[in-house]
């Protein structure tokens, strides 16, 4: 219905009568009533004036409230802060907010901070109140929230006054004489406005770590529920005087995205932005451990939820170490011929405001090389003010270093000092130290040009492992290996296979065909004995084409339902009826995007409706786990080993799961289609050891409707095969690095089918013919952790079938190691048998 038409046209019921009057035109004739429609008169006078003086009253009053009220629109603006009281001792009633004690010497700290405010116009004028949250030791240490009524367009103002009222403090350029009290180191930031939303539930707890007992903090709910929406909950965090305090949580799964849900910890009782250690949301596993350090004996941890989707959330135990424990010391003289230091506290986060000093000596006449395997230090500018590793004499560095950099230090000593401040730990890094003869910088191995030493053993094997190239260039060959003009080494297998993989193009050079071998019609050579066997094995399949009765049937693409057998390649929905009972174009009815605007390439966001078949599938309540493709309206294909049990979660029963079919960005779940499972199959064979026949079924309880988003994708011929170099799509929301975290959004990569047996070389021998290898063998585009299950797609006849299943590799995107996909035409019957389809 044309909405602009269908209201005004007929609206039935009473009114028709008043329309009908309304509209009817006067007959030109009518004098009576064109006389009486002729001018205003004098009432019309009247209206029109009164409506004139509204609207004048309407602009002058609008204007008013512009020009004077808005300035009185008023923002409420918090401060937290801690001040230092020199002329005072710690008691331990200052623990408990409730003693006279505290609200004693609380009230005398907001009474000078109230003066100290009474300083500055700016801050006099809109301050309203101060409240104390907590005292701690050394002296005394105050933690305070001022609160200001800031008027709009002067929250700037406020903020230089009070940043430049704790400069002269900390500066000791001042101190308060307003009162009995005597302050310095006054620090004081504006409190992100995310930690004190009203339309929260809030909740603080006070916890004191002894050495004897730890302390838990745990979410609510943890571990039975989700965490609950739209709650603030703050941890204050203490430990016993010359101690520090460890926070280390065990579990830690929290939405991914940090506006909505997250965990901050400072390196002090109020939420100061100066003070803050880090925030964190996402998955952390138990071998990326997530530990935190403070620099004092206290310690904050806030935690905030927005509405949408909680995860289970997270349990932290807290401990306090001794300053003089091993565990936080650094520093230190080193002076054998080799060793290893690392920041304290390594791999896990080190503590803020910490100093560590190495002085590293070694024999005379020998030299230092410095390597950091590791180096994450936290950095918010190029230059390092914040932390950093300075090689004294040599270089600061900070941020994140590549693995294994390496500083040659010319000469037999050297001083090391790492440094952070207040806020922001990561981290760290692992160093070694090893001497060198000046004469010798890298011995037993190849030097690079860049003064890097690589095992000799790579000299020459095709990859770049000095960074500048230089252990490739001025190679001599081995038979295995293809001799590139520019002096580069590339594995023979990568002859002629249409990729540039010297740089050079010497690779896909002279690709003619000796004696004995096919010539293909793209080019390529295959041997002889591949023509016409049934199995593509040129690229573009011309070596099965023309092939006579003779040839066939012996191994064909195409088994027909009439029992013929097919020797064309990819017969399939190619709109050619060719086994003459049409079984070759039965079931086409898939594999079609409804959005094909763009082409696919590597490792990038899909497009909305680009892989309608993909499917992510989580365990209730929690977050995606693995992929699916959609072949039906009730039935999925995953990999067998998604749905095996583990000892926590039962992922073989239907129960566990969830799907969303039609889903694009893992946020956006409720625009997805959400289906239960009815029943799961894997395959009977499924070899949890080998990987081996990793398939499984999985049943929805309801079939689904299909749309622009949601489409089956093909399934291949039993006799379908890949040949190798053919370029497949894989799809998922896995990690999209190995060890990271998973993509929010669908991804895609294009990669290339690998031939069995070079990969069954590449992968120790563990390839089956269950399995498709494809990967970029030059490394960095692949499936990784969380795309498994998720398809792998092959287009043919202007359409997507499914190649294979995301199952297994050896790390993600590493080099010589593709990606293992399971052999999905070997499934074809199976997939028959048990849905139908
Ligand atoms: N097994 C992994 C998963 O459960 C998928 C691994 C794929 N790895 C690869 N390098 N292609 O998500």
Known sequence: MDPMDGGMRYTPGSSDKDWDTAVTFLPASDNKKLEKKRGPGKV???????????????????????????????????????????????????????????????????????????????????????????????????????????????????????????????????????????????????????????????????????????????????????????????????????????????????????????????????????????????????SNPLTFISSRNVMLVTFVTNEEENFPGFRARVTQISRESPEIACGGKLSGSSGIFTSPNFPSYYPASTTCQWDIEVPDGKFIKLKFPKFMVSTGSPNCPEDNVQIVGKSTLCGQQPANTMVPVNSNKVTVVFKSDSS???????????????????????????????????????????????????????????????????????????????????????????????????????????????????????????????????????????????????????????????????????????????????????????????????????????GASVISDRWLVTAAHCVQDDAKIKYAQPGTWEAYLGLHRQKEKQLATKRYLKQIIPHPYYNAYTYDNDIALMELDLPVTFSATIQTICLPAATDVFPAGETVTISGWGATREGGAGAPVLQKANVRVINGTVCNELMGGQITSRMTCAGILTGGVDACQGDSGGPMSLFTNDRMFLAGVVSWG???????????????????????????V
């Open 424 to 626: 922001q730990v990561d981290r760290g890094f692992s160093a070694t130290y090893e001497v060198f003869e000046p004469s010798d910088p890298c011995p037993d191995q190849f030097q690079c040009d860049n003064k890097r030493c690589v095992s000799l053993s790579v000299r020459c094997d095709g990859w770049n492992d000095c960074g500048d190239s230089t252990d490739e260039k001025n190679c001599k060959c081995d038979a295995s290996m293809i001799q590139c003009r520019n002096g580069f080494c590339k594995p023979m297998f990568w002859r002629c296979d249409s990729v540039n993989d010297c740089g050079d193009d010497t690779d896909e050079l002279n690709c003619g065909c000796k004696i004995g071998e096919f010539k293909c019609k793209n080019d390529q050579c295959v041997s002889e004995k591949l023509k016409c066997d049934g199995n593509p094995d040129c690229k573009d399949g011309s070596d099965e084409e023309g092939c006579t009765r003779g040839d066939i049937c012996q191994a064909s693409t195409f088994a027909c339902s009439n029992g013929k057998c097919i020797t064309k390649l990819k017969p399939m929905c190619d709109g050619q009826d060719d086994c003459g009972d049409n079984s070759d174009e039965s079931n086409c009815d898939c594999g079609k995007k409804a959005y094909s605007k763009s082409r696919i390439v590597g490792g990038q966001e899909a497009d909305v409706g680009e892989f309608p078949w993909q499917v992510s599938l989580h365990v209730k309540n929690t977050a995606h786990v693995c």
């Open 44 to 286: 019309g006078i009247v209206v029109g004036l009164v409506i004139l003086a509204a609207v004048l009253a309407l602009i002058i009053g609008l204007l008013v409230w512009h020009f004077h009220f808005r300035k009185d629109l008023k923002l409420q603006k918090i401060y937290t802060g801690s001040l230092r009281i020199t002329n005072q001792v710690f008691v331990d009633a200052y623990e408990n907010p409730d003693s006279t004690e505290f609200k004693d010497l609380a009230n005398q700290v907001m009474d000078q901070l109230k003066s100290m405010y009474s300083e500055s116009p700016e801050m006099s004028k809109y301050y309203i109140t101060s409240r104390v949250q907590a005292f701690s030791e050394g002296s005394v240490i105050a933690y305070y929230e001022s609160e200001f009524a800031v008027p709009v367009g002067k929250d700037a103002a406020v903020d230089r006054a009070v940043s430049s009222l704790s400069e002269m403090y900390s500066n000791k350029i001042r101190r308060v004489q307003q009162g009995p009290l005597v302050f310095d180191h006054v620090v004081s930031s504006a409190l992100d406005t995310r930690l004190f939303s009203k339309a929260r539930t809030s909740t603080r707890f006070a916890q004191h770590a002894r050495s004897s007992a730890e302390e838990i903090v745990k979410s609510p709910g943890f571990p039975d529920q989700p965490y609950t929406p739209n709650s603030f909950v703050q941890w204050q965090l203490r430990g016993d005087p010359g101690h520090v305090l460890k926070l280390s949580f065990d579990t830690f799964n929290l939405e991914k995205n940090c506006s909505n849900d997250f965990v901050r910890v400072y390196d002090s009782l109020v939420a100061m932005d100066k003070y803050l250690m880090a925030e964190k949301c996402g998955f952390y596993s138990p």
């Open 810 to 836: 050896d790390g993600c995107a590493r080099r010589n190691k593709p990606g293992i996909y399971t052999n999905v035409p070997k499934f074809r019957a199976w997939i028959k048998e048990k849905t139908g």
